[in-house]
Nanobody, 121 residues
């Protein structure tokens, strides 16, 4: 069973930094992409940043220049370095991976349980 475990959330003042991490495990054969999404109270879940297995990244306009997504060498852990945080970045941040568990299986999305990020003075 594929599992994603997020860490690194917390409370930070405006202008501060946090680093989120998400480790994927549990019978993964290959990963197509990993990413971070967020959901603020009363709002829909939205894309923050994604990275493919070949290293191609994509960012929401609202975080470009402030957030950086990266993976470890094994490409099973994804990080999100968040700098210059703003109150509007406050949300639950979810990790997602598009992966398959066998060489002949279909790629599907797996989600973590989320980690709270609160930006407030």
């Amino acid at each position: 069973q594929v599992q994603l475990v997020e860490s690194g959330g917390g409370l930070v003042q405006p202008g501060g930094s946090l680093r989120l991490s998400c480790a994927a495990s549990g019978g993964i054969f290959s990963i197509n992409a990993m990413g971070w999404y967020r959901q603020a109270p009363g709002k829909q879940r939205e894309l923050v940043a994604t990275i493919t297995s070949s290293g191609i990244t994509n960012y929401a306009d609202s975080v470009k220049g402030r957030f950086t997504i990266s993976t470890d060498n094994a490409k099973t852990t994804v990080h999100l370095q968040m700098n210059s945080l703003k109150p509007e970045d406050t949300a639950v941040y979810y990790c997602k991976t598009n992966a398959r568990t066998t060489g002949w299986g279909l790629f599907r999305d797996y989600w973590g349980r989320g980690t709270q990020v609160t930006v407030s003075s």
